[in-house]
Nanobody, 128 residues
Framework: QAHVAESGGGSVQAGGSLRLSCAAS????????MRWFRQASGKGREGVAT????????YYADSVKGRFYLSLDSAKNTAYLKMNSLKPEDAGMYYC?????????????????????WGQGTQVTVSS
C-alpha cells in the first residue's frame, strides 16, 4: 500500500511564493495521477492541480493557472507544487493524492473520491 506525505507549507505574505512537496513511498510513473487539493477553513475541498506521470501533462484549476506549477521528479518519487503570487484566498490545508489509472482510462479523474492514497496535508497561510 502506497503512502504519500506533503511538506513545505508555511506562512507567507500576499504575493509571496511557496513550494510544496509530495513524496510517495513507491515509484510514480506510467499510469499514476497525482492531484493536489486544498481546503480552506469552513469550505469544501477543491482540486488545484494534477499531473499525469506517464506523459507529464498537467492540469490546473482556473483560479491558479499562471501562478501554480506542478512538476514530478520520478527519480525521487516526489511531486512539487510551486505556488507564486499567492493570494489570501489560496490559504488552506493542501493535500496530495495518488491514484493509479486502469489501462483503459485515459485521463486523470478530478473527483477526490477517485483517489486512493492521501497525505495528511500541509497548511498554507497567506496574509494580506
Amino acid at each position: 500500500q502506497a503512502h504519500v506525505a506533503e511538506s513545505g507549507g508555511g506562512s507567507v505574505q500576499a504575493g509571496g511564493s511557496l513550494r510544496l512537496s509530495c513524496a510517495a513511498s513507491e515509484y510514480i510513473g506510467g499510469l499514476h495521477c497525482m492531484r493536489w487539493f486544498r481546503q480552506a477553513s469552513g469550505k469544501g475541498r477543491e482540486g488545484v492541480a494534477t499531473i499525469f506521470a506517464g506523459s507529464g501533462h498537467t492540469y490546473y484549476a482556473d483560479s491558479v493557472k499562471g501562478r501554480f506549477y506542478l512538476s514530478l521528479d520520478s527519480a525521487k518519487n516526489t511531486a512539487y507544487l510551486k505556488m507564486n503570487s499567492l493570494k489570501p484566498e489560496d490559504a488552506g490545508m493542501y493535500y496530495c493524492a495518488l491514484r493509479a489509472l486502469q489501462p483503459t482510462e485515459t485521463m486523470c479523474p478530478q473527483s477526490q473520491s477517485e483517489y486512493t492514497y492521501w497525505g495528511q496535508g500541509t497548511q498554507v497561510t497567506v496574509s494580506s
